[in-house]
């Protein structure tokens, strides 16, 4: 069954770093997502990526965030300065597209990449 | 604000009893209702989707409510088994877009 995949499972870097995290959404899906869970807390979404373009934000996603569809199969995730509340799981999900209302399509989510900033 | 809880932060039954799990809502319009399964240090993982105008889905042993006068979903595991231990996250999407919002998430585990 196919599935998203994340890369890599654990990210450690240092405050004021910049990160990149990798994602290989499902093949033919058309919606591209990224969500955060720091540990013990709710997962939260970050944003939304329909035809190479943001679809949609949260105000976590600052500037210090940018997302990219590099290539025709990798989704991508850059912190530019990481902080020491960055520190999460960063998970991406990826979802068909095709319904009538976003909302009916159902996500489906890599295994995450654990980012620790010291 | 906008807030959405689900109850307690753990909940223990017996092997082959029902679980339910509950998901209120406050200040918020879903027009879909999705629950997800979350294992630890795993992503989450799609169990059903429910309608704003459907009162109740089921999916082999799982069963969704959904009352919008109540602004609450019930999540229902008939049966359960060990292997249904995790976390149950219900998520709120609003149909003009695509973004998810969870709650807290509850933890259930099924003891023999």
């Known amino acids: 069954e196919p599935e998203v995949t994340q890369t890599p499972s654990h990210q450690v870097t240092q405050m004021g770093q910049e990160v990149i995290l990798r994602c290989v959404p499902i093949s033919n899906h058309l919606y591209f997502y990224w969500y955060r869970q720091i540990l013990g807390q709710k997962v939260e979404f970050l944003v939304s990526?329909?035809?190479?373009?943001?679809?949609?934000k949260s105000e976590i996603f600052d500037d210090q965030f940018s997302v990219e569809r590099p290539d025709g199969s990798n989704f991508t995730l850059k912190i530019r300065s990481t902080k020491l509340e960055d520190s999460a799981m960063y998970f991406c999900?990826?979802?068909?597209?095709?319904?009538?209302?976003?909302?009916?399509?159902?996500?489906?989510f890599g295994p995450g990449t654990r980012l620790t900033v010291l | 604000s906008q807030k959405i809880e689900q109850n307690s932060e753990a909940l223990n039954i017996q092997e082959g009893k029902t679980a339910t799990l509950t998901c209120n809502y406050t200040n918020y319009s879903p027009a879909y209702l999705q629950w997800y399964r979350q294992d630890p240090g795993r992503g989450p993982v799609f169990l059903l989707l429910?309608?704003?105008?459907?009162k109740e889905k089921r999916k082999e042993r799982l069963k969704v409510t959904f009352d919008t006068t109540l602004k609450q979903s019930l999540f229902h595991i008939t049966a359960s088994q060990p292997a249904d231990s995790a976390t149950y996250l219900c998520?709120?999407?609003?149909?003009?877009?695509?973004?998810?919002?969870f709650g807290t998430g509850t933890r259930l585990q099924v003891t023999l």
């Open positions: 998520a709120l999407n609003t149909g003009t877009a695509s973004k998810l919002t």
């Open positions: 990526f329909y035809n190479n373009e943001i679809s949609e």
């Open positions: 429910i309608r704003e105008n459907e």
């Open positions: 999900a990826s979802s068909e597209g095709t319904g009538f209302h976003p909302g009916t399509d159902t996500q489906y």
